[in-house]
């Protein structure tokens, strides 16, 4: 099977979700992390058994049945275990970018073909993740989002220069950090929305950080792995409150 069939199947697959060892999101402690632990301010760590960490391997990753062997761009940290929360910084990434309107579930196949022919015509080679970005989008039931863009991420930013590549826009995202939350199943908008919702509750419960923008997924797999295997992260980026804005809300409440 060819990697241009393994990424529609993912983009394309249905089923059941499967959310972390124990089924629900747990803040990531010393005990159990590849990248940085959640921050101060957080909730404290579940009481249940940790989740197992994040294995690196000779070709990635593994975490129990989800495995990733496809090279991430360079200096991207490490993918975050299904059902755990960390805070996690992310470097300047050059991407192409293709985006959509339609209905997200349907209009993802529209979006892969372009990409498919840019990376090709340049002969850069696929990296993981697969990239979603949701304007607009909250975890309410009911809401889409306003727009969304799918984009291809460079291993390297020297593979080709930002520009367009007609509907394909080439360009440098910037570093940023983020809150995110692994998950196990279907590259599906009600997946996402579902990690979301944990992610707005975990950031209502701490004092530390605030959100600084529209969330996104990173889909690692494609089809080569089964449904309920399929390794995936949702991020809402943030930033710290401001000192002084957090000591006046504080004044204000009391």
Same mark, same amino acid.
């Given at each position: 099977? @060819?990697?241009?069939?393994?990424?529609?199947?993912?983009?394309?697959?249905?089923?059941?979700? #499967?959310?972390?060892?124990?089924?629900?999101?747990?803040? #990531?402690?010393?005990?159990?992390?590849?990248?940085?632990?959640?921050?101060?301010?957080?909730?404290?760590?579940?009481?249940?058994?940790?989740?197992?960490?994040?294995?690196?391997?000779?070709?990635?990753?593994? $975490?129990? @049945?989800?495995?990733?062997?496809?090279?991430?761009?360079?200096?991207?940290?490490?993918?975050?275990?299904?059902?755990?929360?960390?805070?996690?910084?992310?470097?300047?990434?050059?991407?192409?970018?293709?985006?959509?309107? !339609?209905? =997200?579930?349907?209009?993802?196949?529209?979006?892969?073909?372009?990409?498919?022919?840019?990376? +090709?015509?340049?002969?850069?080679?696929? @990296?993981?993740?697969?990239? =979603?970005?949701?304007?607009?989008?909250?975890?309410?039931?009911?809401?889409?989002?306003? !727009? $969304?863009?799918? !984009?291809?991420?460079? /291993?390297?930013?020297?593979?080709?220069?930002?520009?367009?590549?007609?509907?394909? #826009?080439?360009?440098?995202? +910037?570093? =940023? +950090?983020?809150?995110?939350?692994?998950?196990?199943?279907?590259?599906?908008?009600?997946?996402?929305? =579902?990690?979301?919702?944990?992610?707005?509750? $975990?950031?209502?419960?701490?004092?530390?950080?605030?959100?600084?923008?529209?969330?996104?997924?990173?889909?690692?797999?494609?089809?080569?792995?089964?449904?309920? /295997?399929?390794?995936?992260?949702?991020?809402?980026?943030?930033?710290?409150?401001?000192?002084?804005?957090?000591?006046?809300?504080?004044?204000?409440? !009391?």
């Amino acid at each position: 099977m @060819t990697l241009m069939h393994r990424i529609i199947g993912t983009l394309t697959a249905s089923a059941s979700v #499967v959310l972390g060892a124990c089924g629900k999101a747990t803040t #990531v402690d010393d005990r159990n992390k590849v990248n940085a632990p959640v921050a101060e301010g957080g909730p404290a760590p579940s009481a249940e058994p940790a989740i197992p960490p994040v294995e690196r391997t000779s070709s990635g990753f593994r $975490w129990g @049945t989800a495995k990733i062997t496809t090279p991430l761009p360079e200096g991207y940290p490490g993918p975050t275990a299904p059902g755990v929360i960390e805070v996690k910084s992310y470097p300047l990434v050059r991407r192409a970018l293709v985006k959509g309107e !339609s209905a =997200m579930n349907r209009g993802m196949n529209g979006a892969f073909w372009p990409l498919f022919r840019h990376i +090709q015509s340049r002969d850069i080679e696929m @990296t993981s993740p697969v990239e =979603m970005d949701y304007s607009g989008l909250t975890a309410a039931p009911g809401d889409n989002p306003d !727009s $969304w863009a799918m !984009s291809f991420l460079y /291993r390297t930013p020297d593979l080709g220069p930002v520009g367009t590549d007609r509907s394909v #826009v080439v360009e440098d995202l +910037q570093p =940023m +950090q983020v809150v995110a939350i692994g998950f196990q199943g279907p590259y599906r908008l009600e997946v996402v929305k =579902m990690n979301l919702a944990r992610l707005e509750a $975990w950031l209502a419960a701490q004092p530390v950080w605030e959100r600084d923008g529209d969330p996104r997924a990173l889909f690692y797999n494609g089809p080569e792995q089964w449904e309920s /295997r399929k390794w995936g992260e949702v991020h809402l980026p943030i930033r710290r409150v401001n000192e002084a804005t957090a000591q006046a809300g504080g004044a204000a409440s !009391s």
